[in-house]
C-alpha cells in the first residue's frame, strides 16, 4: 500500500516537472503591439516561428520574428492570427475589430480632375497599369524595414485631410480620401516615415504628379504624392528621415501639399496609426 501511494506521489510530480520543463522550452508567447480598428495595424513578435496565418492565409514573417497585418478602412468583425511554432504547436490570437466613424467632406477642385476630358483617358489608364505592375511587387519582401518605426514625412504643416473622409468633390460623391493631407509650403523636404525601398518613383503622373511609393516589408508600403521634385528612383534603399523629395502641388492638388498614404497590400491603412505605434 505504502509503495502504491508513493509511486503516485512520484508519478504526480513526474507530470508536473514535465509541465514545468515544456513550458520553459518552449516560450510560446505573441507580443501585439497597434490598435486593432478599422484602418489599422497589428504587429506581431514571436519565437521559433513556422508559419503565421490571418484568417486561415500564410502572411510573411521575418528571422527577428516580426509579422504584420492590416484592416482596410471598411473592415470589421472579428480575425484570427494563428502562430505555428517550430515545434508544432500553436497559439492563436481573436482579435475583434473597434467600430470606426468617418467624416465627409466637400471639396472644390478644378473640373478636369473630378470628369477628367477623354484625351487623357489612355494616359491615365497606361499610368494606373504601371501602378498595377510595381504594385506586383508589394510583399515579395520579408523583412520587416517597419521596425525602424515611423516618423512624421513632413515637420510641421496643418493637417487639411485625414484618413477615410467620404469625399463629395464638386457635389459629385467620390471614393474616401485614402491617406492624410499636411498642407506644407513648396519646397518643404518630404522624408521616408520608415526604411524602406522605391518601389516606384513616378514623375507626372495625372492623379500622383511626382510621387514615390515604399515598400517597408511584409506588404506594408506608403505614398508620397504631388511632390515638386524627387529625390529617389525606382529602386532606392531609404532609410527612415531621408529626404526622398520635396513638397508641391504636381497631379490633381488643390494646393501645395503632401498627400501621404499607407496599405497593407490592397487593404486601406490610417498613415496616423503607424506613427502612433510603440515599438
Ligand atoms: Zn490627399
Not at 56 to 83: M, N, Q
Not at 167 to 193: C, M, Q, W, Y
Request: hydrophobic content about 40%; charged content about 25%.
Amino acid at each position: 500500500m505504502k509503495s502504491k501511494i508513493s509511486f503516485l506521489f512520484i508519478l504526480f510530480f513526474l507530470c508536473l516537472s514535465f509541465h514545468e520543463v515544456s513550458s520553459h522550452i518552449y516560450p510560446q508567447e505573441i507580443k501585439l503591439i497597434g490598435k486593432a480598428e478599422p484602418g489599422g495595424v497589428l504587429i506581431g513578435e514571436a519565437k521559433n516561428i513556422k508559419s503565421v496565418l490571418l484568417d486561415g492565409d500564410e502572411i510573411g514573417f521575418d528571422e527577428r520574428g516580426y509579422f504584420l497585418v492590416g484592416f482596410d478602412r471598411d473592415a470589421k468583425g472579428t480575425h484570427t492570427i494563428r502562430v505555428i511554432f517550430n515545434d508544432g504547436e500553436s497559439e492563436i490570437k481573436k482579435i475583434t475589430l473597434a467600430k470606426r466613424k468617418y467624416v465627409i467632406q466637400r471639396l472644390k477642385i478644378a473640373e478636369k480632375y473630378v470628369t477628367p476630358p477623354s484625351s487623357e483617358l489612355p494616359r491615365i489608364e497606361e499610368e494606373a497599369e504601371r501602378m498595377k505592375e510595381a504594385r506586383k511587387k508589394i510583399g515579395i519582401i520579408d523583412t520587416a524595414f517597419y521596425a525602424s518605426g515611423f516618423v512624421r514625412p513632413v515637420e510641421g504643416g496643418r493637417i487639411t485631410s485625414i484618413f477615410g473622409s467620404q469625399r463629395i468633390l464638386n457635389g459629385v460623391p467620390k471614393s474616401p480620401h485614402n491617406g492624410i493631407d499636411f498642407a506644407v509650403d513648396e519646397g518643404t523636404p518630404v522624408l521616408a516615415a520608415a526604411d524602406g525601398i522605391v518601389t516606384i518613383a513616378g514623375n507626372n503622373f495625372y492623379y500622383n504628379g511626382n510621387f514615390v511609393l515604399l515598400d517597408h516589408g511584409q506588404g506594408l508600403n506608403t505614398v508620397y504624392l504631388h511632390m515638386s521634385k524627387l529625390n529617389v528612383q525606382t529602386g532606392t534603399k531609404v532609410k527612415k528621415g531621408e529626404i526622398i523629395g520635396w513638397v508641391g502641388s504636381t497631379g490633381r492638388a488643390t494646393g501645395s501639399h503632401l498627400h501621404w498614404g499607407a496599405q497593407w497590400f490592397t487593404k486601406r491603412i490610417d498613415p496616423m496609426v503607424l506613427l502612433n505605434l510603440k515599438f
